[in-house]
Each structure stands twice: as structure tokens, then as C-alpha cells.
Nanobody, 116 residues
């Protein structure tokens, strides 16, 4: 059974850091680009970052550029999102997504709350 499981969320103060993980199983993780999205209450799902299949050329939403870093370790079937200089507006449920051909895999998400 194919699945993605996110972890690493939690409560952090403004200016703090968190590292999210996304572990894939049941499909060929290395064959798909990895994306992180986030959902905040009352807002639409927002693209955060993308790491392509073969090139080391990630892309980011303007709102997180310079603060977040996406990476992947295909040997561990795992993607990461390092989040630094967190702000209150980063509070959301963060979801991992992997698209392999026409198969679009989603995790359940991990909650990040930035508050003092």
C-alpha cells in the first residue's frame, strides 16, 4: 500500500526552526518530484516548495524563499523541509506530495504552529 507519512511538526516560537520529514513507502519514491504544501484554517492549499526528480534545482514560494530548504534522500525514501526564521503566518498543516506519472500521492500532514 502506497503512503506518505509526515512528521516533525509542533509548536515553535517566532524565529525558531523545525525540520519536517516525509517518508514514502509502497511506490518508487525516486521516480517522482516532491512537493510540500500547507493548509491554514480558512485559506486555500498553498504551494511551499518543490524538489525535482533528477536535478538539484528546487523551487520555492516567494513567502518562504530564503527561509525554507527542501531536500530529498532517495536511499531513505524520505523528503525533508527545513524551516528557519519561522513566522506566525507559517502556521499551517504541512503536507507532502509526490507525483509519479499519473499517480498523485499525499500524506495526512503535520501541524506546525508558530506562536509565542
Amino acid at each position: 500500500q502506497a503512503q506518505l507519512v509526515e512528521s516533525g511538526g509542533g509548536l515553535v516560537q517566532p524565529g525558531g526552526s523545525l525540520r519536517l520529514s516525509c517518508v514514502a513507502s509502497g511506490f518508487d519514491f525516486s521516480a517522482g518530484a516532491v512537493r510540500w504544501y500547507r493548509e491554514a484554517p480558512g485559506k486555500e492549499r498553498e504551494f511551499v516548495a518543490r524538489f525535482p526528480i533528477t536535478t538539484d534545482d528546487p523551487t520555492y514560494a516567494d513567502s518562504v524563499k530564503g527561509r525554507f530548504v527542501i531536500s530529498r534522500d532517495n536511499a531513505k525514501n524520505t523528503a525533508y523541509l527545513q524551516m528557519d526564521s519561522l513566522k506566525a503566518e507559517d502556521t499551517a498543516n504541512y503536507l507532502c506530495n509526490v507525483l509519479v506519472w499519473t499517480n498523485n500521492y499525499w500524506g495526512q500532514g503535520t501541524q506546525v504552529t508558530v506562536s509565542s
